[in-house]
Nanobody, 123 residues
């Protein structure tokens, strides 16, 4: 069984930074972790993803250049460093685990999800 616990969300002013963490138990059964966000009234969207073994990273166009995903295999934890935050980044951010190689941006491929952490960026 894979369990994911996110932390690090909060309220920040535009231009500020936040670092989200996702602690994974049972991660040896997974291929990688992804971060997705869901704003009020909108569908869940891909943000970034990383594989555990090779550390290959994937970013949405919206995240590229501002967000950095990384992992600490010893701690079974994945981080999302978010810089230059904008009000449109306001959303609930979820981490999710996938078990097999494939499209790391498709949320339908991720069977395990955390509870989410709120990120609010004020203008």
């Amino acid at each position: 069984q894979v369990q994911l616990v996110e932390s690090g969300g909060g309220l920040v002013q535009a231009g500020g930074s936040l670092r989200l963490s996702c602690a994974a138990s049972g991660r040896t059964f997974t291929y990688g972790l992804g971060w997705f966000c869901q704003a009020a009234g909108k569908e869940r969207e891909f943000v970034a993803a990383i594989t555990w073994s090779a550390g290959s990273t994937y970013y949405s166009d919206h995240a590229k250049g501002r967000f950095t995903i990384s992992r600490d295999n010893a701690k079974n934890t994945v981080y999302l460093q978010m810089d230059s935050l904008k009000p449109e980044d306001t959303a609930v951010y979820y981490c999710a685990a996938v078990q097999t190689m494939g499209d790391m941006s498709d949320p339908r491929r991720f069977p395990y999800w955390g509870q989410g952490t709120q990120v609010t960026v004020s203008s």
